[in-house]
């Protein structure tokens, strides 16, 4: 239904969004944020009619579908705000000083937006990190034309939200080429516009592997771009003694429902859990295993997904000294994902790679750590996340702090005494991690600080006031926060 882009489309988008850039990035910050409401507005007006396209092609529920559409909205909303208070910019302004020797200049430095942001829509999000999704809201907002790919897995519903974006184009009037909508289900396509000379930033959410490859291809370029992949994550979660003394079966029944959450397909799954050997311990093992045996499968995004799943899953319970703790007592049906709970010894999980892998869907396992040096151990062993939990009191925490230096060397978000699934839309929310988490860890996917990742610094020295841009003049037209000689203000320069 859907064809592949040829070499001549790709190559017109680029020359479209490339000649957009230099007319966009010029536009005022409100112009960008009412045109970014204008498709928050356009995707609501049409929620019936896509709602029912997105549940057809992701097997995801009704309820879970409109809850990611106006999630989706509110982002393009919220960092539309964002884009207009200016606060992003981070302008700094350090003025002359005739008095000093040798003279101090007059400097002044803000954020400006990188080019044209190729973006990669994501299997497990058809709204959120899609078409319309954080990468392109963010995009926008940073003053950058967007191209997406659709993802193969939705195509159809990729194509509606996309016309949702043309149609703001044209009643917002923005430039031609600011936007377009293309489809690949090879590799060719994705190569072809990273490697694009107009193409400047890539934004991603999915696999290792085609993160990865993406990020490589940036840096082969002649002229190397920003590949921000967002490649998934274990997210280990830690039970420490005393909170698993005090609460065993309620940590263990929390945990069932994060793991089998959505079918377990969400970057923020809790594939790994570690404690320590003791009677608390094979207490929270048993439970969860018997609550994992009460969940029924349910179908994945698409058959892709779920035959990895289950490659996966049996690799992983192959693994000598592995050992099933609980199973969906429910048969699976075509495409649906078996609830799963594993459970190995702290030293076969440090000599073991595979176990140390992320297996997308509704599994997890739960590794017996024979002391708190062995805790610390397996956390030093463990690659960059994406989150890491700690369930604990606070003499837990005060008592280890090895342990927590160890964990926040690896991952972006440190949660305590909750689960990582869910993610909130608020500017001090981290969703990126050490590699590989993410191919950048300085940056978030999620929240208005998603939108330096296409941006770049650019100071002005000696400008005379009426030629420098708005954000940096004296008189402070947009009326924004900037830091002035040190000191930050929305005052005006005297």
Not at 353 to 361: A, D, I, T
Request: aromatic share 8%.
């Amino acid at each position: 239904m859907f064809i592949d882009a040829i070499p001549k489309e790709i190559d017109s988008a680029m020359a479209d969004a490339w000649q957009a850039f230099h007319q966009y990035r010029k536009m005022p910050l409100k112009v960008r944020a009412d045109f970014m409401r204008a498709i928050g507005q356009e995707l609501k007006n049409m929620e019936d009619e896509i709602v029912p396209i997105a549940m057809k092609e992701t097997n995801l529920p009704e309820a879970r579908m409109r809850g990611e559409l106006a999630r989706t909205i509110f982002q393009l909303n919220q960092y539309g705000d964002a884009a207009e208070s200016g606060e992003w910019l981070e302008a700094r302004i350090d003025t002359a000083n005739n008095d000093k020797t040798p003279p101090k200049p007059d400097i002044r430095k803000m954020l400006v937006p990188l080019g044209p942001v190729v973006v990669f829509g994501a299997s497990n999000f058809p709204f959120a990190y899609s078409t319309a999704g954080g990468d392109t809201a963010c995009a926008f907002a940073a003053g950058c034309p967007v191209i997406v790919k659709a993802h193969p897995a939705h195509a159809e519903t990729s194509e509606k939200v996309a016309s949702a974006i043309l149609k703001a184009v044209n009643k917002q009037k923005m430039p031609k080429g600011i936007f377009f909508h293309i489809h690949g289900a090879g590799v060719e396509v994705g190569k072809a516009l990273v490697m694009h000379e107009h193409t400047s930033a890539v934004g991603f959410t999915g696999s290792l592997g085609g993160g990865k490859q993406l990020f490589d291809w940036g840096n082969q370029r002649k002229v190397p771009i920003p590949v921000f992949s967002e490649m998934g994550s274990v997210n280990p979660v830690f039970l420490l003694p005393e909170k698993l003394k005090n609460s065993s079966e309620e940590v263990a029944k929390a945990y069932a429902g994060s793991i089998t959450q959505g079918v377990g397909q969400f970057c923020t799954n809790p594939g790994l859990i570690i404690g320590i050997e003791s009677d608390d311990l094979q207490k929270f093992i048993e439970t969860v295993g018997k609550e994992i045996e009460k969940t029924a499968p349910a179908k994945m995004l698409h058959p892709g997904i779920a035959k990895a799943f289950d490659e996966k899953r049996d690799k992983a319970l192959e693994q000598n000294n592995v050992t099933t703790v609980g199973v969906s007592a429910t048969l699976k049906k075509e495409n649906e994902g078996t609830p799963t709970v594993a459970t190995a010894a702290g030293k076969d999980f440090l000599s073991n790679p595979v176990l140390h892998q992320e297996v997308f869907g509704p599994y997890s396992i739960v590794i017996r750590c024979k002391d708190m040096n062995e805790m610390i151990e397996v956390a030093k062993h463990l690659e960059g996340q994406l989150t890491s939990t700690f369930m604990a009191t606070d003499n837990d925490i005060i008592s280890n702090e090895e342990l927590v230096e160890a964990v926040k060397n690896i991952c972006g978000r440190f949660i305590i005494n909750g689960v990582p699934t869910g993610v909130e839309v608020c500017l001090s929310m981290q969703h990126g991690g050490p590699f590989p988490a993410t191919t950048d860890s300085r940056f978030t996917s999620v929240g208005a600080d998603g939108i330096k990742r296409f941006a770049r610094p650019l100071a002005f020295q000696n400008w005379e006031n009426k030629l420098l841009p708005d954000e940096l003049k004296n008189e402070n037209p947009l009326h924004i926060w900037r830091t002035v000689n040190n000191q930050l203000t929305k005052e005006t320069i005297h």
